[in-house]
C-alpha cells in the first residue's frame, strides 16, 4: 500500500492519541513517537503502531504519534484510519 497525502487521526485528548502520517520517499517506516506515558509504555506503543502499519502493508511512510494515555485497541484503530485517509 502506498501513502500519497498526509492525514491524521485522533484527538490530542486524554485517553487518546493523535496520529499523523505523511508520505516518504524511501520504503522505510519512520515514527517519532511524544507520550505522557513514555518510560512506562513507550516500547509497547511503538510495537503497536508498527505491527498495524506491516499488517497493513505500508511502505514508505512517516508517521508522529503524539499519546495521552491511549488503549492498544485505541493506538490501533487511529493508526488505521490515519493511514486509510492517506491512501
Known amino acids: 500500500m502506498k501513502i500519497t497525502k ?3 487521526a485522533g484527538t490530542l485528548e486524554s485517553n487518546d492519541i493523535l496520529i ?4 516518504k520517499d524511501q520504503g522505510i517506516i519512520e515514527l ?4 505522557i506515558v513514555m518510560q512506562q509504555f ?5 510495537q ?14 512517516s508517521i508522529k504519534a503524539q499519546d495521552r494515555g491511549a488503549l492498544d485497541c485505541t493506538i490501533a484503530a ?3 484510519t490515519a493511514l486509510n ?3
Do not use: N
Not at 517519532?32 to 507520550?35: A, I
Not at 513507550?42 to 511503538?46: D, L, P, T, W, Y
Open 6 to 8: 498526509v492525514a491524521k
Open 20 to 23: 499523523m502520517v505523511s508520505p
Open 32 to 35: 517519532d513517537l511524544e507520550s
Open 42 to 46: 513507550g516500547e509497547v506503543i511503538k
Open 48 to 61: 503497536v503502531i508498527l505491527h498495524k502499519v506491516q499488517e497493513m502493508g505500508v511502505e514508505g511512510v
Open 78 to 80: 487511529r493508526v488505521e
Open 85 to 87: 485517509r492517506a491512501i
